[in-house]
């Protein structure tokens, strides 16, 4: 992701104080250059920087020595703390309109992901049981309205655009018109995008304001692309003096670029961030929680987005069933459901993208890349090789069963050997898990 960097750096840090007793003077000075350079070669902008850095020395010279924390484990507690304060400390959720329709609009630079993002939030709503309308204020570039029209159908989501010939080039008729539909029709929130330009002119700025006091919305949501570096606060500054906006959108969080600048937009602004975009699908966009970006930024993983996520794909009843069994109550845990676990967890998603949401895998990003999802096309060739009755009580499964298994899959024995002496190591993983009454994490095979 965009954080990659600073991700690192951070790690480096704070690994060279773990095992410190106590902290002195001169450590926590030491510390604090660090994490400077780390924040600045992230693109985090200097008068933000300065800032954190002085208050985490501060605080850190401050810290009582808890008796909970070790040395380290404080300092990361209070960069933690300082990173949500920069990020704008609480979730901050949309408001909706009293009197349905709630009138959104976004307002951003071409480019910068407006449209998408529109088809993200229609279909995010869509699923919470709203009935969105997308609106396609965007006149200026010629196939932007078609581009909303294809974004609505994948979100199986209503487009109100222009009639041929009737407000054609007027977006703000077609914003204020919008309304009137959505009130006509029953939907109860209207998205409006809107034009944007490569660069921030007058022209735009006014345009973007017409619509603004025409449509009268309850959230203006400012849509920036954080790999854009520090243009993305002087673009975000430019925004919030010609149409003024009540929170920020980040998309592109998954590309490669520094993406600090992005971290700088809420303290500078003084608005929320609210939405995240991490890809070009529909899917890959959440609300944007300041504390679990924190931790993530740190290392500790996103245990919460995760788990939230899990609960979005998983089976209920199929987890349970697994979990009855790993607990010893409903019959034994076979590679049936082993394959349904893993089946499950892949329809998460990329299993590189899950493995960076959990904690302390920061560090072994390379290997985590590495994980080849080929690897699990072929556990389950091996698994449907298998006759039922071994699916459900693996230990029959000898010698002559394993070459025929790997006959069917077209592997070698060695490798059925494996997925079933990893088979048995997970299963006992998985239920002493369970006996300990950890949160329904699902089982990972030999991972
Ligand atoms: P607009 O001009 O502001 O409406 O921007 P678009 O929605 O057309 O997006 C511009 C480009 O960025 C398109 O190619 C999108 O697929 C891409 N894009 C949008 N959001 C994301 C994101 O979160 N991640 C990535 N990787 N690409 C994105």
């Given at each position: 992701t965009v954080f990659d960097t600073l991700q690192d750096r951070l790690a480096a840090t704070f690994k060279t104080l773990r095992g410190k007793g106590r902290l002195s003077d001169a450590d926590i000075d030491a510390t604090c250059r660090e994490i400077r350079i780390a924040l600045l070669e992230a693109d985090v902008a200097l008068a933000v920087v300065k800032d954190f850095v002085a208050a985490v020395k501060e605080r850190a010279r401050g810290a009582e020595l808890s008796g909970a924390l070790n040395p380290a484990q404080q300092v990361i507690k209070i960069v933690n703390d300082e990173l949500i304060g920069i990020l704008g400390g609480e979730t901050r959720v949309l408001r909706f309109a009293k009197r349905p329709p709630t009138v959104i609009m976004l307002a951003g630079?071409?480019?910068?992901g407006k449209t998408t993002l529109a088809g993200k939030l229609a279909l995010w709503l869509k699923e919470q049981g709203h009935s969105p309308l997308l609106v396609a204020a965007d006149l200026q570039r010629p196939n932007a309205v078609t581009q909303l029209q294809v974004v609505g159908q994948r979100a199986g989501v209503h487009v109100f655009a222009p009639e041929p010939g009737n407000g054609v080039g007027d977006p703000i008729r077609v914003a204020r018109d919008s309304v009137s539909e959505a009130q006509h029709k029953l939907y109860d929130v209207v998205i409006v995008d809107t034009a944007g330009r490569l660069g921030v002119d007058s022209e735009l700025m006014q345009q973007a304001a017409d619509i603004r006091d025409a449509v009268n919305p309850d959230e203006v949501l400012f849509v920036v692309d954080a790999m854009i570096g520090q243009d993305a606060v002087n673009t975000a500054r430019a925004f919030a003096a010609g149409v003024g906006y009540d929170g920020v959108v980040l998309t592109k969080l998954d590309g490669d670029a520094r993406g600090g600048a992005a971290l700088s937009i809420a303290r500078v602004?003084?608005?929320?961030?609210?939405f995240a975009s991490n890809g070009e699908q529909l899917k890959d966009f959440d609300v944007f929680h300041p504390d679990r970006m924190a931790s993530r930024i740190l290392g500790m993983g996103d245990m919460l987005t995760l788990i939230e996520q899990a609960e979005k794909t998983f089976d209920a009843e199929q987890s349970a069933k697994a979990a009855a069994k790993l607990t010893g109550q409903g019959g034994e845990f076979g590679l049936n459901d082993f394959l349904q676990q893993m089946q499950m967890v892949r329809k998460m998603g990329p299993l590189s993208k899950i493995f960076g949401m959990l904690p302390g895998m920061g560090e072994m990003k390379e290997q985590i890349a590495g994980i080849d999802e080929k690897e699990v096309d072929r556990i389950e060739a091996i698994i449907y090789s298998m006759t039922p009755t071994e699916r459900d009580n693996?230990?029959?499964?000898d010698g002559s069963r394993r070459a025929r298994i790997a006959r069917g899959s077209g592997v070698e024995v060695s490798e059925v050997n494996s997925l079933v002496n990893r088979f048995f190591e997970a299963r006992k993983m998985m239920m002493s898990m369970a006996s300990r009454k950890m949160p329904g994490m699902p089982g990972l095979p030999g991972m």
């Amino acid at each position: 992701t965009v954080f990659d960097t600073l991700q690192d750096r951070l790690a480096a840090t704070f690994k060279t104080l773990r095992g410190k007793g106590r902290l002195s003077d001169a450590d926590i000075d030491a510390t604090c250059r660090e994490i400077r350079i780390a924040l600045l070669e992230a693109d985090v902008a200097l008068a933000v920087v300065k800032d954190f850095v002085a208050a985490v020395k501060e605080r850190a010279r401050g810290a009582e020595l808890s008796g909970a924390l070790n040395p380290a484990q404080q300092v990361i507690k209070i960069v933690n703390d300082e990173l949500i304060g920069i990020l704008g400390g609480e979730t901050r959720v949309l408001r909706f309109a009293k009197r349905p329709p709630t009138v959104i609009m976004l307002a951003g630079l071409q480019g910068s992901g407006k449209t998408t993002l529109a088809g993200k939030l229609a279909l995010w709503l869509k699923e919470q049981g709203h009935s969105p309308l997308l609106v396609a204020a965007d006149l200026q570039r010629p196939n932007a309205v078609t581009q909303l029209q294809v974004v609505g159908q994948r979100a199986g989501v209503h487009v109100f655009a222009p009639e041929p010939g009737n407000g054609v080039g007027d977006p703000i008729r077609v914003a204020r018109d919008s309304v009137s539909e959505a009130q006509h029709k029953l939907y109860d929130v209207v998205i409006v995008d809107t034009a944007g330009r490569l660069g921030v002119d007058s022209e735009l700025m006014q345009q973007a304001a017409d619509i603004r006091d025409a449509v009268n919305p309850d959230e203006v949501l400012f849509v920036v692309d954080a790999m854009i570096g520090q243009d993305a606060v002087n673009t975000a500054r430019a925004f919030a003096a010609g149409v003024g906006y009540d929170g920020v959108v980040l998309t592109k969080l998954d590309g490669d670029a520094r993406g600090g600048a992005a971290l700088s937009i809420a303290r500078v602004t003084g608005r929320p961030i609210m939405f995240a975009s991490n890809g070009e699908q529909l899917k890959d966009f959440d609300v944007f929680h300041p504390d679990r970006m924190a931790s993530r930024i740190l290392g500790m993983g996103d245990m919460l987005t995760l788990i939230e996520q899990a609960e979005k794909t998983f089976d209920a009843e199929q987890s349970a069933k697994a979990a009855a069994k790993l607990t010893g109550q409903g019959g034994e845990f076979g590679l049936n459901d082993f394959l349904q676990q893993m089946q499950m967890v892949r329809k998460m998603g990329p299993l590189s993208k899950i493995f960076g949401m959990l904690p302390g895998m920061g560090e072994m990003k390379e290997q985590i890349a590495g994980i080849d999802e080929k690897e699990v096309d072929r556990i389950e060739a091996i698994i449907y090789s298998m006759t039922p009755t071994e699916r459900d009580n693996p230990k029959i499964i000898d010698g002559s069963r394993r070459a025929r298994i790997a006959r069917g899959s077209g592997v070698e024995v060695s490798e059925v050997n494996s997925l079933v002496n990893r088979f048995f190591e997970a299963r006992k993983m998985m239920m002493s898990m369970a006996s300990r009454k950890m949160p329904g994490m699902p089982g990972l095979p030999g991972m």
